[in-house]
């Protein structure tokens, strides 16, 4: 308790104040994980304020997963058949799973967004014209369309043949410099769009509209026809090819100058991260090697603020902290 503040708990090593609550009969879930902008986490349930947390998820790491289960499927009151179906369902679910395979990143563009894929420590190589192969996903950010454009020919062919395909904040002229098939692109407003969860096997697998939540209205070329249109067009999909649109680009949101776009920095860097994973790339997290290295209490050890996130978290960015949501 603090005066005039009420019950006050310590949230990333920050005191931070809560509502009064009266219990937490009939919980889901009682402890939410926030989605993490680094490494592959892929969200099953979505849940908390501005969906960015998850009580079930996955982690894949090599050729491995770890499946993390916040629901709260053991000490219910009383036999729950929704409880129990779901602990067997992950249990056979991890028992079947099988690894894709994995890709490195080839970036051509913006330099601002190769230091954002290296923040979020995804291993980049630039793009040279020889090196597209299956075993490599590409990158391509804003400015990038006239240096792609004396390869379209190669890069045309090496869509056919399966090859995968990222474009950052592209414009149409951009856009069809390059890529063997046209898309028409709009400018318009931009805040949020709604669309309906998407397969465990589609490349957006894991995004959902909270992921695209711009906290400040901006016009953005929007994709309006030429692929699949995922909301207003902030996303799209190539319908023959593993080509994917991401209308939003995170280092484009720069929350030191304007702190409300903190969080829309937080969701687009998820977002740009579960898109590169979902083709195979992604970067590594120290958190199978916290495993086997306990937390020293006596060294007041802070792991949440490297590894897996990408801003510091203040005061202010926990959003139950006295705002009544």
């Not at 931070?16 to 592959?40: F, H, M, Q, Y």
């Not at 970036?107 to 954002?116: C, S």
């Not at 979020?120 to 400015?143: E, F, W």
């Not at 240096?147 to 090496?158: H, K, N, P, V, Y």
Request: hydrophobic residues 40%; charged residues 25%.
């Amino acid at each position: 308790m603090r005066p005039r503040h009420g019950p006050t708990v310590k949230w990333c090593d920050i005191p931070v104040t809560r509502l009064w609550r009266c219990g937490n009969r009939g919980n889901v879930a009682s402890v939410l994980i926030e989605k993490p902008a680094r490494g592959d986490f892929l969200p099953i349930l979505d849940g908390g304020y501005n969906l960015q947390y998850s009580p079930l998820m996955e982690y894949r790491e090599g050729k491995g997963m770890v499946l993390f289960c916040q629901v709260d499927v053991t000490g219910r009151t009383e036999d729950d058949p929704a409880a129990e179906t779901l602990a067997r369902n992950i249990l056979r679910y991890v028992s079947a799973w099988q690894p894709a395979p994995r890709r490195g990143v080839t970036y051509v563009g913006d330099p601002a967004g190769r230091l954002h894929l290296e923040s979020a420590g995804v291993p980049v190589t630039p793009y040279d014209g020889a090196s597209l192969s299956a075993n490599k996903v590409l990158v391509v950010g804003p400015g990038a369309g006239q240096q792609l454009a004396r390869d379209a020919t190669a890069i045309a062919e090496w869509l056919k043949a399966g090859g995968n395909l990222l474009a950052i904040g592209l414009d149409e002229q951009q856009a069809n410099e390059f890529l063997p098939a046209k898309v028409r692109m709009k400018e318009a407003e931009h805040i949020a769009a709604y669309f309906e969860p998407l397969g465990f096997s589609s490349l957006l697998a894991g995004v959902g509209p909270a992921d695209v939540h711009s906290r400040e209205p901006r016009k953005l070329p929007l994709v309006s026809a030429g692929v699949a249109i995922i909301g207003d067009g902030v996303l799209g999909k190539a319908e023959n090819m593993n080509v994917v649109f991401c209308q939003l680009a995170p280092w484009h949101f720069d929350y030191e100058k304007l702190y409300n776009l903190k969080r829309t920095f937080r969701r687009t860097s998820y977002l740009l991260t579960r898109l590169l994973a979902n083709m195979g790339a992604t970067g590594s997290t120290p958190l199978l090697e916290r495993f086997g290295r306990p937390v020293d209490a006596a060294k007041a050890e802070k792991r949440w603020l490297e590894g897996l996130y990408m801003d510091v978290p203040q005061e202010w960015d926990d959003p139950y902290r006295f705002f009544r949501w």
